[in-house]
């Protein structure tokens, strides 16, 4: 009667969704990031010092400075913005969004592995860290003191309930090639991602169709990526993310086989991101603006499906993109900054 | 037995609609919470949301005292 399912119940979205709207309208607008293009360095790491850095800019300010300070404090600022999320929802939401924020865990285990395969310490791989996930900064830190890689993989393996295959992990310990565990965290994660979701509403329908579309873009984007490097065919289909919406495995194969960049994007037509892909294409034909033109297009996507359903999942990972788009924007400006690029340069990089 | 019929009814009305004002409130009320720790300046703005469900229960007492004094004085 009172919204009770299963053991933690359908979850509290009233307040967590009040919650997530009221952080949204914090977010930066297109006229910011204009702002910003005009600032120097040090501008910009006051501008978002007084804005909703603040807390992270005055802590990390005195370790680092320039375009380093704007990272980790971009970072640290989205990793406490998840984890307050994550941890005032309850139930069945709390479920799908810690399964939603999964990709963290798994980025902070490959930046575990990968500075501990190159002998970097633990103080300089704690600074990459990113805990926006399941796992917090101490079970990070429980990960990061461990001496060896395959202890490491079994306690991650532990923590996040991954069950790697045996080959895998021998494949690994003779080659140390992370690639393939890599890939095979990618593809557990949205496999359990989509299991998180249960379909019997319109939202968590909407929801899981959504997710299905995010690995319809990750394996365009890989496809167009591998085919840009020279890579064809079964090469590629290794790396390709089942459960997508529109790209299914003979699409796949096709898109996989095309001879060029153009001939891979001509068979992307009949998709729904295709206009946007095809905007990209006129402007300048590269393949950064057509991962661009998609990623515009699934930010749209998650907006449109907000208002249709205020209290559901949907607005709180709404604002979750919106959030990781906003850091990811303030590191590209930054970034261009920092190289000198034009500033013309640095805006066709945003996704506004 | 007409009288205690009416009871009955006048107590329904307030039951009902107290439920059901709870069951608005529930909602509301979180919601409003929820926006007030973000941003406490809404605290004014979430008060009146939250007392807006609180009309089905005054309904239902308006119908309670019809009940008891118009019809049940006409017992």
Redesign the interface.
């Known amino acids: 009667m009172f919204g009770r399912k299963g053991k933690g119940g359908k979850g509290?979205?009233?307040?967590?969704?009040?919650?997530v709207?009221?952080?949204k309208a914090q977010l930066m607008g297109e006229d910011t990031y204009s702002k910003m293009l005009m600032m120097s360095l040090p501008e910009i790491s006051r501008f978002i010092g007084e804005s909703g850095y603040q807390k992270e800019i005055a802590a990390l300010a005195g370790r680092y400075d320039g375009v380093d300070l704007i990272e980790h404090a971009t970072y640290s600022n989205m990793a406490n913005y998840f984890r307050g999320v994550l941890d005032?929802t309850t139930g069945e939401l709390h479920e799908m969004l810690a399964a939603y924020l999964e990709k963290w865990d798994i980025w902070n285990f490959k930046v575990i592995l990968r500075g501990k395969s190159f002998g970097m310490d633990a103080d300089s791989i704690k600074e990459d860290l990113v805990p926006a996930g399941k796992l917090d900064q101490q079970a990070l830190e429980r990960l990061l003191s461990m001496e060896s890689e395959e202890e490491i993989i079994a306690a991650y393996g532990r923590v996040a309930n991954v069950i790697f295959p045996t080959e895998l992990i021998s494949a690994y310990e003779e080659s140390r090639n992370l690639s393939e565990l890599e890939d095979f965290l990618e593809k557990d994660h949205y496999d359990s991602l989509l299991r998180s979701i249960d379909p019997s509403s319109r939202p968590t329908r909407l929801y899981q169709d959504y997710i299905r579309k995010e690995i319809d873009i990750t394996n365009v984007e890989t496809i167009l990526k591998l085919k840009a490097e020279g890579i064809r065919g079964e090469e590629v289909m290794k790396y390709i993310i089942p459960g997508g919406k529109q790209i299914d495995k003979k699409l796949a194969t096709q898109l996989a086989n095309a001879e060029s960049l153009s001939a891979a994007v001509n068979d992307l037509a009949p998709l729904d991101f295709y206009d946007d892909i095809k905007n990209a294409l006129d402007e300048t034909n590269s393949l950064r603006s057509i991962v661009a033109g998609m990623k515009k297009y699934h930010i749209r996507q998650a907006k449109t499906f907000s208002h249709l359903y205020p209290?559901s999942v949907i607005p709180i990972i709404d604002f979750m993109i919106h959030k990781e788009n906003e850091v990811n924007n303030i590191r590209i400006i930054a970034r261009g900054l920092n190289s000198g690029l034009d500033a013309d340069v640095i805006k066709e990089l945003l996704v506004i | 037995m007409e009288l205690g019929l009416i009871a009955i009814g006048a107590g329904l009305a307030v039951g009902i609609t107290g439920l059901a004002s709870g069951w608005a409130e529930?909602?509301?009320g979180?919601?409003?919470?929820?926006?007030m720790?973000?941003?406490p300046s809404?605290f004014g703005k979430g008060m009146i949301l939250m007392v807006l469900p609180e009309t089905i229960v005054i309904f239902g007492l308006v119908v309670a005292i019809l009940l008891i004094f118009v019809t049940g004085a006409s017992v």
């Open positions: 509290n979205y009233p307040y967590a969704v009040a919650r709207k009221a952080k005032v209290l | 529930k909602d509301v979180a919601a409003a919470v929820g926006a720790t973000e941003d809404l």
